[in-house]
């Protein structure tokens, strides 16, 4: 595959709606993020908005509870940061416990031939946002994150 054909992939309609999906995803996280006391960031996860309520995750049930009581606070900050939300939804995520273990995944490592030709399809695409998340994608692939 060449640059020219992962850029045409990246100019699908579906990859575009994927990636506004993806921005209005963080974009709202990030909103959620900045109304919490500062104890709390990074312990829940703004997922979406569901009938006027803000969908949270955490996986702490006493963080749930504190969460509620501060609801209306939090509503009203989070209209501060352009959000029309009514309420807030939390939700605990549930963990898996160690003994359930986890699916050993695939051993996803590309060869430092297979790298080289990404790094240089890459360095080929016009799209600077295309271009952003697949530099991004290879810096990580080259660290061994997957």
């Known amino acids: 595959m060449n640059a020219h054909s992962l850029e045409q992939i990246f100019r699908q309609p579906e990859m575009r709606k994927l990636a506004q ?4 995803a963080t974009t709202l996280d990030a909103k ?3 109304v919490l006391p500062q104890e709390f ?8 908005i569901d009938q006027g309520e803000l969908v949270v995750m955490t996986r702490q049930s006493a963080l749930a509870a504190k969460l509620r009581q501060m609801s209306f606070r939090l509503v009203q900050s989070l209209r501060t940061e352009g959000l ?9 995520q549930v963990e898996v416990l160690p003994h359930q273990g986890k699916k050993a995944s695939k051993n996803l490592q590309l060869s430092e031939t297979a790298l080289s030709a990404f790094e240089d399809a890459v ?9 952003g998340a697949m530099e ?3 810096a990580r692939r080259r660290s061994g994150r997957t």
């Open 123 to 131: 360095e080929q695409i016009q799209d600077q946002t295309v271009r």
């Open 32 to 34: 959620w993020q900045r």
């Open 21 to 24: 999906i993806m921005h209005a």
């Open 84 to 92: 029309d939300v009514s309420g807030i939804r939390v939700r605990l």
């Open 41 to 48: 960031v990074g312990s829940t996860q703004a997922v979406g």
């Open 136 to 138: 991004q994608l290879l």
